[in-house]
């Protein structure tokens, strides 16, 4: 592959994929890397040091990460020239390298560039947003039990008023669509029809039954007990509502659910284990004050793009705060991990945030690759970094007795508590 700027390592050879989509991996696999803006700097290194340091551990050398730098944000404004934020050269290095990994990226509110983090998940329809929620013990919560939160987020990726559909009020594009809209559909509950933005909210079958075939099809590989559909379909009956009735029909078409009391809750038998799974639903508003009472209640969520946002981050607060909460975004083929949190611009370059959102996204890659044994080695350490209290000070100014850490120093704790 010949690349206009992404220097491709002398050492290392591609992933591939067979056609039923499991990896063939290498041993010096080459895993393309965004650094990212703002804090990007500070912990992507130490996410790179850490996956080396447990991959090598884990198989005594014989197994090696070779990174490979590919750009988007202002760094890619650096290297390509002003205005391209997102090469094309990037988008083909994460699709044909089948397994990448990325820092944060800024979008500015308003005005400005749309997303690049959203951009990179439509063009190459990386549809699940994969968010799993856990607590390390030791680590500050606002919760009497925090250790009862452990859910796993499916966020469908593609798309919903996330998807950026949307025109400025004022514009000659709102002005048509509300004329339209009034004129052709006869609506009259646009109640500042002059001034107001419009913004588009699409959510079809298809995207999201392959998002709920995903959740379900991982309750019954990692053996959990229910997955929840959450959603706001009181209110938005077309598209949240129909994500909930999409849902259930998948549940019963697919995978033989039967309704449980009259339903519209089903349920079937993990085909692997015999073990019942429970497909429910539940409103948006009221699942947002049950995962702080009731966390037990949950465990595989399946929702639409706005509504994973908000929970990923409610969430993570749950069990430490975004400093602790990785994901990945995933299409059938391609996964690209990266942290649930953003560029928290007043910490970038200060060596000073907590880098563990990123090492738990690379551990979710390394798991990914099949590299069990390293992906163990990077939650060994940092179980061990907190249990000691050395940590970042995001947890520090919360937990009485412990040290703060810098960002790197952290990522050298996780290494020494490795083993
Ligand atoms: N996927 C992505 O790339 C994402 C990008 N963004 C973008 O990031 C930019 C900044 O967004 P913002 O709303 O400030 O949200 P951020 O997630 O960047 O930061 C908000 C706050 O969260 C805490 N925080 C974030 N990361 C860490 C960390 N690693 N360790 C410890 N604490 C952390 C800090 O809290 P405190 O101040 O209390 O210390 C920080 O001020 C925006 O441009 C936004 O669009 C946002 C989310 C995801
Ligand atoms: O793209 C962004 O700037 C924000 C994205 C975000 O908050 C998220 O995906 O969780
Ligand atoms: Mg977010």
């Known amino acids: 592959m010949a690349f206009e700027q992404i220097q491709v390592p002398k050492v290392g050879e591609p992933i591939r994929v067979n056609p039923d989509n499991s ?82 990226l800024t979008t500015p509110v308003s005005g400005g560039i749309r ?30 039990k925090p250790e009862d939160t452990d859910m796993v987020i499916f966020r469908e990726n593609s798309e919903d008023i996330y998807a950026g559909i949307e ?8 002005e048509r669509l509300v004329s339209f809209l009034q004129d052709q559909l006869g609506v009259t509950k646009i109640r500042f029809p002059k001034t107001s933005g419009v913004g588009i909210k699409p959510v079809s079958s298809e995207g999201t039954k392959r998002l709920v075939r995903k959740a379900i099809q991982y309750a019954i590989d990692n053996e959990r007990d229910s997955v929840t559909l959450v959603h706001k379909g009181n209110i938005m009956k077309f598209t949240e509502g129909a994500f909930k009735d999409w849902g ?30 429970i497909v429910k639903d539940v409103i948006a508003d009221a699942f947002l004050q049950q995962i702080l009472l009731r966390p037990k209640d949950y465990d595989v969520i399946a929702t639409l793009n706005l509504n994973g946002d908000y929970i990923s981050d409610a969430l993570a607060a749950q069990v430490g705060g975004i400093g602790m909460a990785p994901g990945a975004n995933i299409s059938d083929s391609v996964a690209m991990f990266e942290a649930t949190h953003g560029t928290a611009p007043k910490y970038a370059g200060k060596d000073q945030v907590n880098p563990s959102s990123l090492l738990l996204s690379g551990e979710m890659l390394l798991r990914h690759l099949g590299w069990t044994e ?46």
């Open 23 to 104: 990896l063939v991996v290498p041993d010096q696999p080459i895993i393309p890397f965004i650094e990212g803006d703002g804090i990007g700097v500070d912990i992507t290194p130490v996410m790179q040091k850490v996956l080396d340091a447990a991959v090598a551990k884990a198989y005594d050398g014989r197994r090696q990460i070779a990174w490979m730098e590919i750009y988007a944000g202002e760094k890619a404004t650096n290297v390509y020239g002003a205005d391209v934020w997102l090469p094309d050269e990037t988008l083909s290095a994460v699709r044909d390298y089948l397994v990448s990994i990325k820092g944060p």
């Open 115 to 144: 997303s690049l983090n959203v951009a990179l998940r439509q063009r190459l329809d990386l549809y699940v947003c994969l968010r799993p929620v856990r607590y390390f013990s030791g680590t500050p919560s606002p919760l009497k």
């Open 167 to 174: 025109w400025p009020a004022g514009s000659d594009e709102a």
């Open 248 to 277: 259930y029909e998948l549940a019963r078409e697919e995978f033989g659910a039967e309704p449980l009391d009259g339903g519209p809750w089903c349920s079937f038998k993990n085909p692997k284990t015999g073990n019942e799974i």
């Open 374 to 419: 390293a992906a163990d080695l990077v939650i060994k350490g940092i179980e061990g970094a907190i249990a000691a209290k050395t940590v970042t000070y995001d947890l520090e100014r919360l937990l009485e007795g412990a040290t703060k850490l810098s960002c790197s120093a952290f990522g050298d704790a996780v290494i020494g508590r490795m083993g």
